[in-house]
């Protein structure tokens, strides 16, 4: 294999396969790795080297001997440096089948699993674009001015945008309002390295069934008297122009680091609570709480869980990382009881004020970590546990007091192949049959797949 060096030029590389970033894979004489961005299975190309490690390399494509007959123009102008999406130049079908092949790649390469029934295609979402009900844009100051936009692929640097084809085409609007607004802002845009600034995200949500709207300023440190007045006699106003009825909110966070989330939320109009429906039930829940970015999906996502849920029988279910109780209403339609646990106590009050709300007593939400649950729980007091944990999947003590436990049926939700199948390596491995797999496209335009794997016991 020649040297390679930053700057390389190679041409007639053939396109193998795809990872869970989007990008394409190919490889040199002798098995040498180079992942292509932008590059699609099956196409022959010419790449120039961006970056040499030592077991692999990164480069761009500048040019095709053969493109995939299915590569489509990007809606966007800025997808090759936007770390948002990652397969905006594939098609609405191609996406669905390099999805449907991330998950069954990491089902045998990590897992080293197969379903007993055969994995259909992925599901495809009702939108494939304007689809995103929540978006959070990182603040920084640049040239003497706050800039807004997406991360630039791989990195924190501020890629500036003026709109997003996935998002929801009210918030677009907002977005663009509020970007006119912020040169005039009174605030320093955030700096991670130092820990200076002030105002750190703009985090903007609309209910796609509700119509709710709502814009958060998340800044470090509680709004000055200069900053207050911006806030109440410019932003406010310009928010209520496009719906009388629009949130407006100061989320206070002061750690350190990217994470959006961490401290008191101050109302300047409409209150702290955001609405959303989901098939005929309408939730409330706090402006910080998780709730699924793509409406429409979920309601198929759910829908398919609450079948699978029904069709296990088992009637006394636990369900973990429960959030403000959107999919454990549709649970309990179909259960004797539902013992919902959720960490985030702002999800834990709104969970039980949804379930009060929508009239089902049969459903005990409590606030906990999942692990420490598991660990003061009895055997035998769960038919079906139903688990939807965060990107990094169970903790290991959460897959041990499971199989402790070990309820007949498990429906397990995740949004990362690779840490559902490592977990269902574990669960297989301690007595669960693997039944079915389901997969949903919930982020059109990106890499990532929503996967449901059900499981029992014999």
Known sequence: MRELSRGSALTALRVEDMNSRGEGIARLDGGFVLFLPGALPGETVHVRITEVKKQYAVGDVTGFDEAHPSRVTPRCPWFAR??????????????????????????????????????????????????RNKAAFPVVRGRGALRTGFYRRGSHEVVPVDRCPVLDETLETLYGTLRDLLPQAPFDGYDE???????????????????????????RTRPDARQDAWIRRVLTPALRALDEEARVAVHVNDRRGNVIWGGDTLSYAGGERFTEGLGDRLFSFDLTSFSQVNTLQAEQLYAHVTEEVQALEGRRILELYAGAGTLTAFLADRAETVTAVEEWTRSVENGRENMRALGLDNVLFT???????????????????????????????????????????????????????????????????????????????????ECVATLRRP
């Not at 990590?110 to 939108?127: N, Q």
């Not at 606030?367 to 939807?388: E, S």
């Not at 965060?390 to 007949?408: I, K």
């Open 82 to 131: 936007c770390g948002g999406c990652q397969l905006q130049h594939a098609s609405e079908p191609l996406q669905l089948e390099l999805k449907r092949n991330l998950a069954l790649q990491a089902m045998r390469r990590i897992g080293h699993l197969a379903p007993e029934e055969d994995v259909t295609e992925c599901r495809k979402s009702p939108l494939a674009l304007h689809y």
């Open 193 to 219: 390295k130092t820990h200076r600034g002030h105002l750190r995200h703009l985090v903007l949500r609309r209910g796609t069934r509700s119509g709710c709207l709502a814009a958060i300023l998340v800044c």
């Open 367 to 449: 606030a906990a970590d999942a692990g420490a649950f598991l660990q003061d729980a009895l055997p035998g007091g769960f038919d079906t546990v139903v688990l939807d944990p965060p990107r990094g999947g169970c903790d290991e003590e959460v897959v041990r007091n499971l199989l402790r436990l070990a309820p007949r049926n498990l429906v397990y939700v995740s949004c990362k192949p690779a840490t559902l199948f490592r977990d269902l390596a574990l669960l297989t491995r301690g007595g669960y049959r693997f039944l079915r797999l389901r997969l949903f496209d919930m982020f059109p335009q990106t890499a990532h797949v």
